[in-house]
């Protein structure tokens, strides 16, 4: 008889599958694990939210644990998990020292979500007015933590096929280090449509993003400032509604009844509100990964219009589920085209169906993932020896880590 395996994630968070992308993505993460036999505890440092997901429904335990604390060790100890999973290059930093030394023979896993050097290197090209450039990465300081992290890990799990190339091309971190796991979905009929609200039955134009995301609070105003204004010149009825977990004062700001653009708060159903939505608009200028609210747009049978950034890794070259846009002038042209246009539309619907069928289907990762978190179990030690850089990191990273560590602990009594 197999013995169960264990397999301990390390959450930045805990999830919130209602609230954004990242807490989708990690529940799509305890099933994949959890169909596998493992039997998962689901440990964070994090304040408890209300809108946390209540994982025991799902059969994971739940663990509170704190930050600079030996009492984790003995927690890891007395668990002796057989894989790690951390959420995020934060969370191996602050944990992954107590795991080697209390665990060494566990499988140590980095969700990275997305590349946050990638998100934080775009971002401040944005604000310094200019292009990002592929070199920026060099200097980033979120760089050389996120890149000595993914290095220190057995495996770390990579959600978009650019940041893929971004690691291999221009970090050089052996392929061995790396998997390409996207959103994973179920697969899409056509005859599905016919389920779906019509093109006569839904109505307006909608955003949804977390606010506590920076590019999804610039999007907004992007579409405040430069794009709604152009739409609602050539299309005055036309009504936008923007939702989002954790809306700040300055969001709520916004909201402009009389101009149709609607500050609505969280969604509580998010999929409900876009099933019945006519077209998405998400003008993202700076970001990283995939872009949950756009897959989810293809699911419920709505267009979308996006920018470059937006689309990036998400299509593999296939006609794209409505128009990519940089420009704002024709982004607003394109908007109502969309919106009126019911063939063109229709023809939308079904290129979101093909892209969630080519790109997105958990059959084709799931089982990939699974056989090579077994084939690490069974002969990490190979493995490892293979990584020399991560082992180098780990013999200097471990030590000071750890002394600071235990200093803000020492501190902290």
Request: charged share 25%.
């Amino acid at each position: 008889m197999n013995q169960i395996k264990k397999l301990l994630i390390i959450g930045f968070v805990w999830p919130e599958p209602k609230s954004s992308a990242a807490g989708g993505r990690m529940m799509q993460l305890i099933s994949i694990f959890k169909e596998n036999g493992f039997e998962i505890t689901f440990a964070s440092a994090a304040q408890d939210s209300n809108f946390m997901v209540d994982l025991s429904e799902f059969g994971v335990i739940k663990k509170s644990i704190e930050l600079n604390s030996s009492s984790f060790d003995g927690f890891v100890a007395e668990l002796n998990p057989d894989v790690v999973l951390f959420d995020r290059f934060m969370v191996e930093e602050q944990f992954g020292w107590r795991v080697i030394e209390k665990c060494p023979n566990a499988i140590r896993i980095l969700d990275t979500e997305d590349l946050h050097c990638l998100r934080t290197a775009r971002q401040k090209a944005f604000k310094e007015k200019r292009n990002f450039e592929i070199h920026d990465l060099l200097s980033e300081e979120v760089a050389k933590r996120e890149i000595a992290s993914i290095l220190r890990c057995d495996l770390s799990l990579i959600i978009s096929e650019f940041e893929m190339n971004i690691l291999k091309d221009v970090f050089r971190i052996s392929e061995d280090l790396l998997f390409y796991l996207p959103f994973l979905v179920d697969e899409m009929r056509e005859e599905d449509l016919l389920e779906l609200p019509s093109f006569k039955n839904r109505s307006d134009f909608v955003f949804i993003g977390n606010f506590l995301h920076e590019p999804n609070w610039n999007t907004v105003q992007y579409l405040k400032e430069a794009i709604w204004p152009s739409i609602k010149k050539d299309f005055p009825e036309a009504v936008l509604k923007v939702y989002g977990a954790y809306p700040s004062q300055k969001v709520l700001q916004l909201h402009q009844s009389k101009n149709g653009f609607y500050i609505m708060g969280r969604a509580e159903e998010a999929s409900e509100i876009v099933k019945n939505t006519k077209v998405v608009l998400a003008p993202i200028r700076f970001g990283a990964g995939l872009k949950g609210k756009l897959l989810e747009a293809m699911q419920c049978g709505t267009p979308s219009i996006t920018t470059s950034i937006g689309s990036e890794a998400m299509h593999e070259n296939l006609p794209w589920n409505g128009f990519i846009e940089d420009n704002p002038a024709e982004f607003a042209k394109k908007a109502i085209e969309l919106y009126q246009n019911e063939n063109l539309w229709k023809q939308s619907q079904k290129n979101g169906i093909e892209i969630i069928n080519k790109c997105y289907q958990k059959k084709d990762y799931s089982e990939k993932l699974i056989s090579l978190v077994n084939s690490l179990l069974i002969d990490s030690k190979n493995h490892r020896l293979h990584n020399f850089m991560g082992n180098l990191l780990l013999h200097h990273a471990f030590k000071s880590t750890m002394y600071m560590s235990k200093w803000i602990e020492a501190k902290n009594k």
